[in-house]
Nanobody, 119 residues
Framework: QGQLTESGGGLVQAGGSLRLSCVASRPSSRTMSMAWFRQAPGQEREFVAVISWNRGTTDYADAVKGRFTISKDNAANTVFLQMDTLKPSETAVYYC????????????WGRGTQVTVSS
């Protein structure tokens, strides 16, 4: 993949929903998984959710389980993050990232999309 571009961020009231998208402009057979991370002001970047590119298995941070759903469209080289029941504390820049086979880290990152949840 590589060249990841996120979209779908914006301003939403607490309890509302947003759907983020991440398009990879350079398809790769070496993509193992795609993930979403977020970084709030003054805080470290944290893991949100991950999906394996081939099998579609998913995993979530405990804080978002039951409210966020990660999915993918392999044909469109796109990964999604459906976020429901959003909280003001989840205001952050949300990043898409790619991990390739044989690598232990996420080597490709998008520039992020801002999500602001008002109280």
């Amino acid at each position: 993949q590589g060249q990841l571009t996120e979209s779908g961020g914006g301003l939403v009231q607490a309890g509302g929903s947003l759907r983020l998208s991440c398009v990879a402009s350079r398809p790769s057979s070496r993509t193992m998984s795609m993930a979403w991370f977020r970084q709030a002001p003054g805080q470290e970047r944290e893991f949100v959710a991950v999906i394996s590119w081939n099998r579609g298995t998913t995993d979530y941070a405990d804080a978002v389980k039951g409210r966020f759903t990660i999915s993918k469209d392999n044909a469109a080289n796109t990964v999604f993050l459906q976020m429901d029941t959003l909280k003001p504390s989840e205001t952050a820049v949300y990043y898409c990232a790619e991990k390739r086979f044989g690598r232990s880290s996420y080597d490709f990152w998008g520039r992020g999309t801002q999500v602001t949840v008002s109280s």
